[in-house]
């Protein structure tokens, strides 16, 4: 389009110099471009320039159906690669996905171990109150597992055991 447009430039009669200024290119490349319309020589981009991918396509395959599985993570897909004979590095798992396939990657969260203890402990805690009514669940406070107390110090390293400190109310003893 760009090639067409200088060409079609340089016909009308405009310089070299003031057709690279106007479409922001290099002064050589136009040279070029004049050179080759002259010679009958097609301004079309060549084929096969620039790196060739190091994927091939049955690789290319075996990662796009990994996509949709679970606990799918580019090292361990690397790993099944290269036990297959392919020589894929996580990286190129990696931009492949990314760049090619617009995946995004993600951290899993990994789900807390819960023991047979737990397990019990919370049987035991549904148990005992399954007939609980609306009035007694109000007298109690669901928190994210912080220690609550009434009247607790406010650093417990100025605890001294024994004496009565200045932040202790005069209800609050040891």
């Not at 320039?49 to 580019?74: A, E, F, H, Y």
């Not at 399954?130 to 109000?138: P, S």
């Amino acid at each position: 389009m760009i090639r067409s447009q200088a060409v079609g430039m340089l016909q009308a009669g405009s310089s070299q110099k003031f057709v690279s200024l106007k479409l922001g290119v290099n002064i050589r490349t136009v040279q070029r471009w004049w050179r080759l319309f002259k010679n009958d020589l097609t301004l079309e981009n060549k084929g096969g320039r620039g790196r060739r991918s190091s994927i091939s396509k049955v690789v290319k395959i075996v990662i796009t159906k990994s996509i949709g599985k679970k606990r799918q993570s580019v090292r361990g897909l690397s790993k099944k690669l290269k036990l297959k004979g392919h020589s894929v590095s996580q990286s190129t798992v990696y931009r492949y996905l990314t760049k090619e396939k617009g995946v995004k990657s993600y951290k899993r969260q990994r789900q807390p171990l819960i023991t047979e203890k737990n397990m019990a402990a919370r049987l035991k805690f549904c148990k005992e109150r399954v007939n609980w009514t609306a009035n007694d669940w109000k007298n109690i406070l669901f928190t994210d597992e912080s220690p609550f107390e009434l009247n607790h110090p406010p650093n417990r390293k100025m605890i001294v055991f024994g004496r009565e400190t200045h932040w202790m109310s005069s209800s609050f003893r040891w």
